[in-house]
């Protein structure tokens, strides 16, 4: 005769309730646990995220890898400005060096006084206007009268640089156009020191 299998439930209603409660106290643990390092996760950004006014100080890198801040002051690069009286030379091809006085003026026009004569006043007087460029470049043209006995009037070009913040070099052309017709080109090299 067969055995009739007993089925045997493990624990009563008390032991399901232990093993219920015990069960439920770990995934309250576990529930409880788990998200905490999440908070942590997520709070520890907010507190290193603070903003802040925008700042208009620069970085100058100085080695690979490195940065240090500049002061405005430090980056600023000064742009060299010819305004002012100089103190200038002039060779032409065909004439000897003269001497004369140029003024830059800061709305880019410019004034030669030339060749100054035994009362100490120019022969001539150019009127022109420049321009600047680049890392101290500078372009300047002007007219004046001729003096002598073959009047007429030159049109002169020069391209220079400043030197420095008290000297500048430029060469060019001028143009001499005569009052009876006749024209013809020099080249010229002016050199300046500036006075004021």
């Not at 439920?24 to 409880?32: E, H, N, P």
């Not at 070009?157 to 001499?176: H, M, N, Q, W």
Request: charged share 15%; hydrophobic share 35%; aromatic share 6%.
């Amino acid at each position: 005769m067969r055995k009739k299998q007993s089925t045997t439930t493990i624990g009563g209603p008390t032991a399901r309730r232990a093993v219920g409660v015990a069960l439920a106290a770990g995934f309250l643990t576990l529930a409880v646990a788990a998200p905490q390092p999440a908070l942590a996760l997520t709070a520890a950004p907010t507190a290193t995220t603070t903003k802040s006014a925008p700042t208009t100080e620069s970085v100058t890198a100085t080695t690979p890898g490195t940065a240090t801040p500049a002061t405005p002051a430090a980056t600023a690069t000064t742009v060299p400005s010819p305004v002012g009286t100089w103190s200038v030379t002039t060779q032409e091809s065909d004439h000897p060096a003269s001497t004369g006085t140029l003024f830059f003026y800061a709305d880019h026009t410019l004034r030669l006084e030339a060749h100054p004569g035994p009362d100490g006043k120019p022969v001539f007087v150019g009127t022109g206007e420049w321009h600047s460029g680049y890392g101290g470049t500078l372009h300047y043209e002007f007219t004046h009268p001729l003096p002598g006995t073959r009047t007429g009037t030159a049109y002169v070009e020069l391209d220079g640089v400043l030197t420095s913040s008290t000297g500048f070099s430029a060469c060019g052309l001028t143009k001499r156009v005569y009052d009876d017709g006749g024209t013809e080109t020099v080249t010229i090299v002016m050199t300046g020191t500036k006075t004021t």
